[in-house]
């Protein structure tokens, strides 16, 4: 892949180009518009652009009138604090209210870099997860971003979606859709299932891509709708290859990891490893030096893929009474 | 309120002071019912708030027979949600849903909800409750009826406990900095919180140089005067280029003698005895 976009500025284009075409979408930020990339739209509709300085509680409630008002407001400010800080302004206001705000937050995950853990939201997709109404959106690239924007600005309801910092490789062509509650199969492979979200849809790309040369064919699915999730996917992908890895810039607790878990823990249990961070806050770095240092990586893909396609062997080789004699011996 | 000849007909309320002192009787003897069948709910902040609640939905918001959803009326925000019963109370007046339900507040399956939820109650513009966020809601609103060049005025009710929130401070920076003119907050001043008195609590004062300070038009009125409350409505729409706050005096428990001034009566139902003199006193 030659090419590479970032989320965010493709956000921020996006919305700018959705500006000339819906006179009711409205923007606001707090004091991060050239972060968040906000300001292509705020040079151009002066007038539908409201920067509520910092303060991400008061953005939220702003935003939320607006949608009462009958506007289409894009709300954005760092991951961090739109999920963190103003969480409750969200679920109490726009979540339980089912209100049409749209919260789009950039700097998600570990690759914010040199700022350091208090401004990398590795939380963030489980603190949206869990909120009734909530739709949840992480892109892999700039395309997705693109698709996924203007499918927020014509859906009516509650939205989250995480943009990112880096400019990150194009998968997705420019004729793509996006469809609420779908992910994309961008591989076929009957092994192992590697399932990713954001910038991690790549990186599971470059483990399949590294799997191939070893002679395992992994399959690879988007999964950039975290919420709702694309279960029949998920339950076919895992059915198809009996192993599953997932990965995300996230911790490995409440974001798609979770919510993978879940689905086969209901309906088809199937090894399962997750890549992403374990019960740890970020760091300043390097953004690949951070990847590297959390696990983050397409070879510590490609290892979780041996793990859990070693786990998928053992199951194959020994039938489940088997496996629970020792257990109950032991007692 | 909603009456079929004026169907059509924008309603420009003409404001009876008598019959407007009678509807606020009315409301808080609905809320001392209410809360007594519930056996829960918010009686001093209730009653604190009714005359304000009264003179505002029947002496100056700008309603459409016929149509509750017209897109330009005056818009209500309760931020002090926990005063629901009052609202409802109002609510019920202007034909928003069947008496009946007022008494089924609180209860399994009610549309009346402990606190306001726009998701089941006709008329109620958002869910507050969690204290703090009103007045952002109101901000987001008067730029909407701005952008949208419609003349409605937005009003939010806050507690005067609920300014120790650090959220409204955030609103009220917002709403100086854009300049809305065509949002009013009117501040429920009764004095009293959960743990006790605001001044025990923490301080608020001086409050009216804090909003004065903040850029906004301040007033202090009698917060059961219907005429002052009505002549403040009156006066903020003559203030170009910022937010008006009304400060109103009230007294928590208002219309009670035994509930008034009293902390304990914040988030306590009457009794049966407390219920047989609430009606007596309240003439009802």
Known sequence: ?331 | MLDDEKADKEITAIPDHRLLKETARQVRLDIVEMLFRASSGHLGGSLSAADILVALFFGEMRAHAGDPCWIDRDRFILSKGHGAPAYYAVLVRLGYFPREELLTLRQFGSILQGHPDSGCTPGVEIPTGSLGQGLSIANGLALAARLNGHASRIYALLGDGEVQEGQIWEAAMTAAHYGLDNLVGILDRNRLQIDGHTAEVMSIEPLADKWKAFGWHTLEVDGHDIPQLLAAFTACKEVKGRPSMIIAHTVKGKGVSIFEGQKKYHGTAPNPEEYQQAVKELGG
């Open chain 1, 1 to 331: 892949m030659s090419a590479k976009e970032s989320t965010r500025v493709e956000y921020g284009k996006t919305l700018a180009q959705l500006g000339a075409e819906n006179p009711q979408i409205v923007v606001l930020d707090a004091d991060l518009s050239g972060s968040t990339q906000t300001h292509h739209f705020a040079k151009i509709f002066k007038d539908r652009f409201f920067n509520v300085g910092i303060a991400e509680q008061d953005l939220m409630g702003t935003a939320a009138g607006l949608a009462l008002g009958g506007k289409i407001p894009f709300a954005s400010t760092f991951a961090m604090f739109a999920t963190g800080r103003a969480w409750e302004q969200i679920r109490q206001t726009i979540a339980y209210g089912n209100l049409n705000v749209k919260i789009v937050a950039s700097h998600g995950g570990v690759t914010v870099g040199e700022d350091g853990g208090s401004h990398q939201a590795v939380e963030d997709l489980a603190l949206m997860r869990i909120l009734p109404n909530m739709v949840v959106l992480a892109p892999a690239d700039g395309p997705e971003t693109r698709a996924m924007t203007r499918w927020a600005a014509a859906y009516h309801g509650p939205v989250y979606m995480r943009t990112g910092r880096l400019a990150v490789p194009v998968i997705y062509g420019n004729g793509y859709v996006f469809e609420l509650g779908r992910g994309s199969l961008l591989r076929e492979g009957g092994d192992v299932t590697l399932m990713g979200i954001g910038i991690m849809v790549q990186a599971c790309l470059d483990a399949a891509a590294g799997l191939a040369q070893e002679g395992i064919e992994a399959r690879v699915a988007s999964l950039g709708c975290l919420k709702p999730l694309d279960w029949e996917l998920v339950v076919d992908s895992a059915q198809r290859t009996g192993a599953v890895v997932t990965a995300e810039e996230h911790m490995v607790t409440g974001g798609l990891g979770s919510a993978v878990s879940e689905i086969l823990g209901e309906h088809c249990p199937t090894p399962l490893q997750r890549i992403g961070l374990r019960d740890t806050f970020g760091m300043s770095g390097k953004p690949e030096d951070l990847l590297k240092h959390y696990g983050l990586t397409a070879d510590d893909i490609k290892q979780a893929a041996y793990t859990v396609m070693a786990r998928k062997a053992s199951h194959l080789a020994s039938p489940v009474m088997d496996r629970q004699a020792p257990s109950l011996a032991g007692r």
